[in-house]
């Protein structure tokens, strides 16, 4: 079973910077996709952004395009989400997850596996 952990979330001030990490628990493990979804209280839970594990290709949500930016480290075998100009809206917790096999990225059923959730507060 493959685990992933999320850190990095926390307060912030409107226009401030957070990035997210999230690590995997097994190195090898297959994967074709890690993304970024997000869930706020009384909403469902939205894709945010992902990364094609190999070939490096990203996708974002339009509420985040040009702030939010996904990369991983394949050595360190993690993914990543830089937010910049957070909003009072981008308040929610985010959650890390992985698909081992190829899907729309954009869509929470595609994936296999998530983390825990972390929880990001922007203030005004």
């Known amino acids: 079973q493959v685990q992933l952990v999320e850190s990095g979330g926390g307060l912030v001030q409107t226009g401030g910077s957070l990035r997210l990490s999230c690590a995997a628990s097994r190195r090898t493990f297959s994967r074709y996709a890690m993304g970024w979804f997000r869930q706020a209280p009384g909403e469902e839970r939205e894709f945010v952004a992902a990364?094609?594990?190999?070939?490096?290709?990203?996708s974002y949500a339009d509420s985040v395009k040009g702030r939010f930016t996904i990369s991983r480290d394949i050595a360190q075998n993690t993914v990543y989400l830089q937010m910049n100009s957070l909003k009072p809206e981008d308040t929610a917790v985010y959650y890390c997850a992985a698909t081992k096999g190829a899907g729309d990225v954009r869509k929470s059923g595609t994936y296999d596996y998530w983390g825990q959730g972390t929880q990001v507060t922007v203030s005004v």
């Open positions: 990364i094609l594990w190999t070939l490096g290709m990203t």
